[in-house]
């Protein structure tokens, strides 16, 4: 298991072998993924790069990785982990396969040289990865079911660039930090979402979560190998319930394996809080003390008032978890300024503006967590499958045409720049999109009105909404070197919730109470069946005061890129009316979208963003 970094060219027209130069630019912008171990594989046509943290097996486990097999050579490069990897080594070790050691890149490595493209269908795991066959001078490469692991690539004068992150393409001198209309538009209408596959700068795509892809002479083939499917669900309410139990507890079970200090995020909600009871229970058998992390900001209860979508403060139940998990807690407290300096830093984690202060909080948060882990487990993507968010539940926005995070499209849209709002009409910009994931939407001929929507809801949400959710996981943590793990990801529990009727995730018409009601055993009541709280974002005034000076501070510089495709009076007028407009979904109102403002013009100065 290696959180890493990979990067790669694959070039049929140039001698790679003296473009050293190049690929040591390319690795060196990602060494905060991987700053344990750096390796190299160059032939003529073929340049595989990676960076390693070192989480399993941390001497057999160095990559690029070439395997013999049949007088044939394989080489890889793979960001990821496999949580099936015992059962997939002893399948491989009875079809004759040796192993030089326990890591799960040489599994993955035979496994494509066992069953080739269909590989995939076997793994568990997060992942994306790439290999060579020196024989068929082929590149193959995959990127895992859900999404979690990022694959981004360019084609280029003939050749194929790949890397994790979008600065590791930039690196390279045929990737030009270009920005065309569409990226205009997906900043300003999409931010900070992205259309699924679609990497903003000019040319620049990513391979989708459960997707794989071929790369030879004749060019770039891709093929969707996993999508969520609906199927007849037969199991009672009570067999539902235990399945449900046994996939969660496995799930987090499987993702407790590690070489190296290992942690759970603890916010003093549901999702969070099973994972740490687990992870408690699974410690204690082994007689270790579950080190959990939370954050908190500066005066938040001060200044917290409750809404209908942050109902109560972590501030309360966190202490009272801890106390009932027996556990060592560290808890973060992050000031304002803190807050908004970290804003550029999240901007160069993920290489985008993001979701603003919610993204600038969980960079300077994984900092501290890096001094005592290297490995957390957290709860993203349970919301998305057991049904969690409040347009899952509210039926008015449910049956609202559009993404339900994003029913401000006028309003966004009256932030383009004159040129770029001309001939846009941006409410059919985004249907258009909207339209397309409904499409492709797999559905029962028996379902009713209502399970067909729930099926859409959902695939809109893990295509869309997740897909967010898991780069800003990504990308901050691993700014900082830290593994972060997401169970709820597991593709079995996607799989089989898929199918679950609709009445019976919203069991006891409370939000994800199938899955409260499957998890009773394992958290306090009152942690149990609270009311879902999002990730907790700042209420202090202080906040909002230090942000719109920065604002002013951009529109006072006549050179500022931001207003090359932002309106000036729009942004006036966001400083001077707090309509609490929603940007993005419940956590993103008129703080967060000032400072998602102030991200997009650092972004575009410090990546030299061209308009084309």
Same mark, same amino acid.
């Given at each position: 298991?290696?959180?890493?970094?990979?990067?790669?060219?694959?070039?049929?027209?140039?001698?790679?072998?003296?473009?050293?130069?190049?690929?040591?630019?390319?690795?060196?912008?990602?060494?905060?993924?991987?700053?344990?171990?750096?390796?190299?594989?160059?032939?003529?046509?073929?340049?595989?790069?990676?960076?390693?943290?070192?989480?399993?097996?941390?001497?057999?486990?160095?990559?690029?990785?070439?395997?013999?097999?049949?007088?044939?050579?394989?080489?890889?490069?793979?960001?990821?982990?496999?949580?099936?990897?015992?059962?997939?080594?002893?399948?491989?070790?009875?079809?004759?396969?040796?192993?030089?050691?326990?890591?799960?890149?040489?599994?993955?490595?035979?496994?494509?040289?066992?069953?080739?493209?269909?590989?995939?269908?076997?793994?568990?795991?997060?992942?994306?990865?790439?290999?060579?066959?020196?024989?068929?001078?082929?590149?193959?490469?995959?990127?895992?079911?859900?999404?979690?692991?990022?694959?981004?690539?360019?084609?280029?004068?003939?050749?194929?660039?790949?890397?994790?992150?979008?600065?590791?393409?930039?690196?390279?001198?045929?990737?030009e930090p270009e920005l065309d209309r569409e990226g205009v538009l997906e900043v300003v209408l999409t931010g900070p979402g992205?259309?699924?596959?679609?990497?903003?700068?000019?040319?620049?795509?990513?391979?989708?979560?459960?997707?794989?892809?071929?790369?030879?002479?004749?060019?770039?083939?891709?093929?969707?190998?996993?999508?969520?499917?609906?199927?007849?669900?037969?199991?009672?309410?009570?067999?539902?319930?235990?399945?449900?139990?046994?996939?969660?507890?496995?799930?987090?079970?499987?993702?407790?394996?590690?070489?190296?200090?290992?942690?759970?995020?603890?916010?003093?909600?549901?999702?969070?809080?099973?994972?740490?009871?687990?992870?408690?229970?699974?410690?204690?058998?082994?007689?270790?003390?579950?080190?959990?992390?939370?954050?908190?900001?500066?005066?938040?209860?001060?200044?917290?008032?409750?809404?209908?979508?942050?109902?109560?403060?972590?501030?309360?139940?966190?202490?009272?978890?801890?106390?009932?998990?027996?556990?060592?807690?560290?808890?973060?407290?992050?000031?304002?300024?803190?807050?908004?300096?970290?804003?550029?830093?999240?901007? %160069?984690?993920? #290489?985008?503006?993001? &979701?603003?202060?919610?993204?600038?909080?969980? /960079?300077? $948060? =994984?900092? !501290?967590?890096?001094?005592?882990?290297?490995?957390?487990?957290?709860?993203?993507?349970?919301?998305?499958?057991?049904?969690?968010?409040?347009?899952?539940?509210?039926?008015?926005?449910?049956?609202?045409?559009?993404?339900?995070?994003?029913?401000?499209?006028?309003?966004?849209?009256?932030?383009?720049?004159?040129?770029?709002?001309?001939?846009?009409?941006?409410?059919?910009?985004?249907?258009?999109?909207?339209?397309?994931?409904?499409?492709?939407?797999?559905?029962?001929?028996?379902?009713?009105?209502?399970?067909?929507?729930?099926?859409?809801?959902?695939?809109?949400?893990?295509?869309?909404?997740?897909?967010?959710?898991? %780069?800003?996981? #990504?990308?901050?943590? &691993?700014?900082?070197?830290?593994?972060?793990? /997401?169970? $709820? =990801?597991? !593709?079995?529990?996607?799989?089989?919730?898929?199918?679950?009727?609709?009445?019976?995730?919203?069991?006891?018409?409370?939000?994800?109470?199938?899955?409260?009601?499957?998890?009773?055993?394992?958290?306090?009541?009152?942690?149990?069946?609270?009311?879902?709280?999002?990730?907790?974002?700042?209420?202090?005034?202080?906040?909002?005061?230090?942000?719109?000076?920065?604002?002013?501070?951009?529109?006072?510089?006549?050179?500022?890129?931001?207003?090359?495709?932002?309106?000036?009076?729009?942004?006036?007028?966001?400083?001077?009316?707090?309509?609490?407009?929603?940007?993005?979904?419940?956590?993103?109102?008129?703080?967060?979208?000032?400072?998602?403002?102030?991200?997009?013009?650092?972004?575009?100065?410090?990546?030299? /963003?061209?308009?084309?």
């Amino acid at each position: 298991m290696d959180m890493c970094s990979i990067a790669g060219v694959i070039d049929f027209a140039n001698d790679l072998r003296d473009q050293g130069a190049v690929f040591a630019a390319m690795q060196r912008t990602m060494t905060s993924r991987g700053p344990d171990q750096h390796g190299t594989y160059v032939t003529e046509c073929a340049a595989l790069l990676h960076n390693r943290l070192c989480v399993i097996d941390i001497e057999n486990g160095r990559q690029p990785m070439t395997v013999g097999r049949d007088g044939r050579l394989y080489t890889i490069v793979y960001n990821g982990e496999l949580y099936n990897t015992d059962e997939i080594r002893a399948e491989l070790a009875a079809l004759g396969h040796d192993f030089a050691g326990h890591s799960d890149t040489e599994v993955v490595l035979k496994s494509f040289i066992q069953w080739g493209e269909d590989c995939v269908d076997r793994f568990n795991g997060i992942y994306a990865f790439a290999v060579w066959d020196t024989e068929k001078r082929r590149l193959f490469m995959a990127r895992d079911r859900m999404g979690v692991k990022p694959f981004f690539y360019a084609l280029r004068n003939g050749a194929f660039i790949f890397a994790s992150e979008l600065k590791g393409l930039l690196a390279h001198p045929a990737v030009e930090p270009e920005l065309d209309r569409e990226g205009v538009l997906e900043v300003v209408l999409t931010g900070p979402g992205r259309t699924p596959g679609y990497g903003v700068f000019k040319g620049v795509e990513e391979l989708r979560p459960g997707w794989r892809g071929w790369f030879d002479r004749d060019g770039l083939r891709l093929d969707r190998y996993w999508m969520l499917r609906a199927r007849e669900h037969t199991d009672d309410l009570a067999t539902t319930i235990d399945t449900v139990r046994y996939l969660v507890c496995d799930a987090i079970e499987r993702q407790l394996v590690s070489d190296v200090p290992i942690g759970t995020f603890l916010s003093g909600g549901l999702d969070s809080g099973l994972i740490c009871s687990i992870a408690n229970l699974y410690m204690k058998e082994r007689g270790r003390t579950l080190h959990t992390f939370s954050v908190d900001y500066r005066d938040h209860l001060k200044y917290f008032h409750e809404t209908k979508f942050q109902p109560t403060s972590d501030t309360v139940y966190i202490p009272k978890l801890v106390d009932w998990l027996g556990c060592e807690s560290h808890m973060t407290v992050l000031d304002t300024l803190e807050l908004a300096d970290g804003l550029y830093e999240a901007v %160069d984690a993920r #290489d985008l503006p993001g &979701m603003s202060d919610v993204d600038s909080s969980l /960079v300077q $948060f =994984c900092k !501290h967590i890096k001094k005592h882990v290297t490995v957390a487990l957290s709860g993203e993507c349970a919301d998305e499958i057991f049904g969690g968010y409040p347009w899952y539940r509210d039926e008015k926005i449910r049956m609202a045409e559009g993404f339900p995070w994003a029913q401000s499209i006028q309003y966004r849209a009256g932030f383009l720049a004159p040129e770029y709002a001309q001939g846009t009409d941006g409410h059919e910009y985004l249907m258009e999109k909207y339209r397309m994931t409904l499409a492709d939407t797999d559905t029962l001929d028996t379902d009713s009105p209502v399970e067909k929507r729930m099926r859409e809801m959902m695939r809109l949400n893990t295509d869309w909404f997740m897909q967010t959710l898991l %780069d800003r996981k #990504d990308r901050m943590s &691993m700014y900082s070197a830290l593994e972060v793990r /997401v169970p $709820f =990801c597991d !593709h079995r529990i996607a799989e089989y919730l898929y199918s679950v009727p609709w009445e019976w995730k919203d069991y006891r018409h409370y939000e994800k109470g199938l899955l409260r009601e499957a998890m009773k055993d394992y958290l306090p009541g009152e942690i149990l069946w609270r009311k879902k709280s999002p990730y907790p974002k700042t209420h202090n005034p202080a906040y909002m005061a230090e942000v719109s000076k920065r604002l002013r501070r951009v529109l006072a510089d006549k050179d500022a890129p931001l207003l090359t495709i932002v309106r000036r009076d729009a942004l006036e007028a966001l400083l001077h009316d707090d309509k609490a407009q929603p940007w993005y979904g419940q956590l993103m109102t008129t703080p967060q979208t000032i400072a998602y403002m102030l991200q997009v013009n650092y972004w575009m100065k410090k990546y030299n /963003v061209r308009l084309v």
